[in-house]
């Protein structure tokens, strides 16, 4: 299998950094304060996963979940000699094989959702949502939609391409307008408990977003129905 993070990945966090001023290692931990000891946590795509290690200092149960095996490689190196109450579990998966229904309080997406096609992410958000238990949530922290006036909306359009076309030269990942994840989490029937948004310079460029799943028990992967993506 090819390893598309080969070059880039041990590279990610520190370009991310220097992107975004810092903005996107905030906008991963956006939602931590929701953790809480002995949680269970999925941080899906979770690359070099500073997130997920924070998420295990708090004292929760993480399980972290990948397709790269650089990526993995340097998660690995970043918590060696470390200790949490509950060792971190990597897996090294095609996130739509791995399938833990129902198990995780908090499933995390960090800037993982934008990597895939417009026809392949309303599923993988719908196999995300079925992975959070009944009354779950689901967290995205990506980038934010494009918002204010048309200079405004063109500032962020031009923003999020440069990242979109520098990942998709250096890593296939898909070529796409923002998605407009809050829309589509309400479609899969998740309610938007809260959004934190990340500035840089003038404009909301990042947003961490909580949403909710149903409490009934059940609604597993085949139950949720989608109307259209976004
Ligand atoms: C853009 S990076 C984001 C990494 C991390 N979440 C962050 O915010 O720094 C996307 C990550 O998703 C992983 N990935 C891509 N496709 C995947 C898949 N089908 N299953 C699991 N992980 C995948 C990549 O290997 C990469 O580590």
Not at 12 to 34: E, N, P, T, V
Not at 204 to 227: H, M, Q, V
Request: net charge positive; aromatic share 14%.
């Amino acid at each position: 299998m090819i390893d598309r993070y080969r070059i880039i990945g041990p590279l990610y966090d520190f370009l991310a950094m220097i992107f975004s001023f810092g903005q996107i290692d905030k906008c991963k931990c956006g939602m931590h304060d929701r953790i809480k000891p002995d949680m269970k946590v999925l941080f899906a795509g979770v690359g070099q996963g500073i997130d997920a290690i924070e998420a295990a200092s708090l004292g929760a149960q993480v399980t972290v979940v990948d397709l790269s095996e650089t990526m993995l490689r340097v998660f690995q190196k970043r918590i060696q000699g470390r200790r949490f109450i509950h060792p971190i579990r990597a897996v090294h998966s095609d996130i739509f094989k791995f399938d833990e229904f129902e198990h995780f309080d908090m499933v995390y997406a960090n800037f993982f959702l934008n990597v895939f096609p417009r026809d392949v992410v309303t599923d993988l958000e719908e196999h995300l949502a079925s992975l959070a238990r009944p009354g779950g949530y689901v967290v995205v922290g990506d980038f934010s939609l494009p918002t204010g006036g048309l200079f405004a909306r063109f500032v962020q359009n031009v923003y999020w391409r440069i990242a979109d076309v520098l990942f998709y030269v250096m890593a296939r990942n898909a070529l796409h307008p923002v998605y407009n994840y809050p829309e589509h989490l309400r479609q899969l029937g998740l309610e938007i408990v809260e959004t934190r948004y990340f500035r840089v310079l003038f404009d909301k460029r990042y947003a961490s977003i909580l949403a909710r799943k149903n409490d009934a028990p059940g609604r597993s992967r085949k139950t949720f129905s989608l109307k259209s993506g976004k």
